[in-house]
Structures are given as structure tokens and as C-alpha cells.
T-cell receptor
Framework: GQQVMQIPQYQHVQEGEDFTTYCNSS?????IQWYKQRPGGHPVFLIQ?????EVKKQKRLTFQFGEAKKNSSLHITATQTTDVGTYFC????????????FGKGTKLSVKP | GAVVSQHPSRVICKSGTSVKIECRSL??????MFWYRQFPKKSLMLMAT?????????EQGVEKDKFLINHASLTLSTLTVTSAHPEDSSFYIC???????????FGPGTRLTVL
């Protein structure tokens, strides 16, 4: 079945360093979404990418959708302690009901 | 906007009892709600898709008789874990989709512990 893979599983960085998480789908995606889950919290929607090769920025976060619409990345520039959490990518799971298939997430820890 | 609540946030119950979890969209109507289960340090696993006024669609491997879903209105879906066992202990999260949108808004989750 359809799979969404995400690496790395964990990333420990020093505050101020950059961070990137990568997402790969076994199938072409109509769109990809990114979520952030703080420790003890629930996933919060960050962004959706739809177009091939699309790049979107949110302050220090840069999201990219691959040309083949099968991979995506999230890059954080100059991490801060507030960036701590697990970042999930998710793609449509098929069917008409809008369900999502989530990657396993990348847990980011930032050392001050 | 797009706030989703869940109740209770935490529940501890004895093995064999049933537990009902409510998911409410507070400021929008949601024809579709999703129920996820998240194990510690793991990703979210979709359990079922809840549609207002119709039967829920369950993912493969999820027992529909054990996890009863009712989507009685456009703002409320409930998940009932029947005859709970310790292996049902988990973090259950719902999400709701505003009409015409494809973005899911997540509730704060319910931590279920079955003793």
C-alpha cells in the first residue's frame, strides 16, 4: 500500500544550527501537508504544498515539494528552542474522504 | 478559527469498561472527522473516517465493533472504546475538516489508560 517515509527519525541540533527533514512517498501526491506536534501536544497544521516544485516560506521555515510530487522537505534556518517538537509530513491517503497518510515524523530537539 | 475540542483530555478506566470520547468542531461545521491513534513516540495511525449521517469507514485492522464511531451532527463525532483492555491504552486524536476545505484541524487528544 501507499507509504510515506520520513527521515531522519531524530535530530539534535545546537540552537542556531539549521535543520532539515525529508519526506518521500511511494506514490505521486496531489498535495503534501506538514504538521508540527509539540511535546505533549497535538499536531498543528503548518502548510500545504500543491504544485510541482513549489517552495513556500514561513519566516525561518522553508517547505519544498519535489518536481515529481513524490518528495518534500522542511528546512528550518537558525533553529530556536521554540522549534522543538515532532514534524510530520502527510499525503492524501486515497479515496474521496480526504484521509491522510502520515510519515513517522522527525523529532527535533534544540540545545540552547 | 477552526478550533477542535476533545473530551475528556485524560481518562483512566478498568479493563472491561467502555469509554466514550467526544470530538467537537467549535466554530465550523465538519462533514468529515477523522480518528487517529498515536502510540508513544510514534506517528498517527488513521483508525476511521467519520461522516455525518452515515456509517464510519474503518481502516484495515481496526475492529468496528470495538471502536464505535457516531457522527451525530456536523459538529460532533464520538468514539467509544468498548470493553477496553490494557492494549487499548493510547493517545486518541480526532481531526475535523471544514466544509469545502482539505486541511485537517486536530483536537488536543485524549490519553486513555486502561488498568
Amino acid at each position: 500500500g501507499q507509504q510515506v517515509m520520513q527521515i531522519p527519525q531524530y535530530q539534535h541540533v545546537q540552537e542556531g544550527e539549521d535543520f532539515t527533514t525529508y519526506c518521500n512517498s511511494s506514490t505521486t501526491l496531489s498535495n503534501i501537508q506538514w504538521y508540527k506536534q509539540r511535546p505533549g501536544g497535538h499536531p498543528v497544521f503548518l502548510i500545504q504544498l500543491v504544485k510541482s516544485g513549489e517552495v513556500k516560506k514561513q519566516k525561518r521555515l522553508t517547505f519544498q515539494f519535489g518536481e515529481a510530487k513524490k518528495n518534500s522537505s522542511l528546512h528550518i534556518t537558525a533553529t530556536q528552542t521554540t522549534d522543538v517538537g515532532t514534524y510530520f509530513c502527510a499525503g492524501p491517503g486515497g479515496g474521496s474522504q480526504g484521509n491522510l497518510i502520515f510519515g513517522k515524523g522527525t523529532k527535533l530537539s534544540v540545545k540552547p | 478559527g477552526a478550533v477542535v475540542s476533545q473530551h475528556p483530555s485524560r481518562v483512566i478506566c478498568k479493563s472491561g469498561t467502555s469509554v466514550k470520547i467526544e470530538c467537537r468542531s467549535l466554530d465550523f461545521q465538519a462533514t468529515t472527522m477523522f480518528w487517529y491513534r498515536q502510540f508513544p513516540k510514534k506517528s498517527l495511525m488513521l483508525m476511521a473516517t467519520s461522516n455525518e449521517g452515515s456509517k464510519a469507514t474503518y481502516e484495515q485492522g481496526v475492529e468496528k465493533d470495538k471502536f464505535l464511531i457516531n457522527h451525530a451532527s456536523l459538529t460532533l463525532s464520538t468514539l467509544t472504546v468498548t470493553s477496553a483492555h490494557p492494549e487499548d491504552s493510547s493517545f486518541y486524536i480526532c481531526s475535523a475538516v471544514p466544509g469545502g476545505a482539505d486541511t485537517q484541524y486536530f483536537g488536543p487528544g485524549t490519553r486513555l489508560t486502561v488498568l
